[in-house]
């Protein structure tokens, strides 16, 4: 499954896509030049249990050391997945 992304400066995603239909996906929320929000983390019940949210955090963190931003986990799952995950700590 290819994770695709979607940025306008303001609001993004991470998302997956299947026949034209988004079935996963991640959003975001610039604040300032140095900082992302995500904000809400969703996937379709045919994913579930396969890993797919931690595959779009681990995106984002990719995205953040790239872009050398910081991210707020405000959607519940993402806050679950840094707080399991401190090998992505560094961008917090």
């Not at 809400?40 to 045919?46: K, M, Q, R």
């Not at 955090?57 to 806050?79: G, M, N, Q």
């Amino acid at each position: 499954m290819e994770i695709k992304q979607k940025d306008d400066s303001e609001n993004g995603m991470f998302y997956i896509e299947q026949n034209g239909e988004t079935i996963a996906e991640m959003t975001y929320t610039w604040a300032g030049a140095d900082r992302i929000i995500i904000d809400h983390t969703e996937v379709d019940g045919s994913l579930k249990g396969q890993g797919v949210g931690k595959q779009l955090v681990t995106k984002a963190v990719e995205f953040a050391r790239a872009k050398h931003l910081k991210i707020v986990p405000a959607c519940s799952f993402a806050k679950r997945v840094f707080a399991q995950t401190p090998e992505f700590k560094d961008v917090l």
